[in-house]
């Protein structure tokens, strides 16, 4: 039994340590088990969508913020440098999810927290992280700067 529970510890030691982005000429912010960054090109949720997933393709995706944690390191490290997009996205009239495209796998997530806006959501279908830390539902056609994640939680 003991040799099972230290085989477990090592496993998990490996897998944990295994979890850090391949390339690093990127600027990574780590949150605990979440590394996010951010891209210096303003482009469209959908083109944001798409470079997010080429950084560390079958790993990384547009951002999701799920913890205040998250959310005030973000604030303090990317907030500074503009308006970004997140991987919310509306799917339904009044349905906000993250949506999560790793290894061609299409996912959608609850919203675990939000930090909207007075007044939003609206109508609009991509939601941006604001340099005040607030979000705010955009035209996906918009161009705003991609804010991206590599969550190993």
């Not at 798409?50 to 913890?67: D, F, M, N, Q, V």
Request: glycine share 6%; hydrophobic share 35%; charged share 20%.
């Amino acid at each position: 039994m003991i040799h099972l529970a230290i085989f477990f510890m090592v496993c998990v030691g490996m897998a944990e340590a295994a979890c850090y982005p391949e390339d690093f000429s990127k600027p990574w912010v780590r949150v605990e088990g979440v590394w996010y960054t951010r891209l210096p090109v303003a482009v469209t949720w959908y083109d944001a969508e798409e470079r997010c997933r080429s950084i560390e393709p079958g790993r990384s995706t547009l951002a999701s913020i799920r913890y205040p944690r998250e959310q005030n390191r973000l604030m303090q490290d990317v907030g500074h440098y503009g308006d970004h997009w997140t991987g919310a996205v509306r799917v339904a009239d009044k349905l906000i999810y993250w949506f999560k495209n790793i290894k061609n796998i299409k996912v959608l997530e609850d919203l675990t927290m939000t930090h909207w806006k007075p007044g939003q959501p609206d109508g609009n279908q991509c939601v941006v992280f604001h340099s005040d830390g607030n979000w705010e539902a955009h035209y996906c056609t918009n161009n705003n700067f991609p804010l991206c994640e590599l969550r190993c939680t």
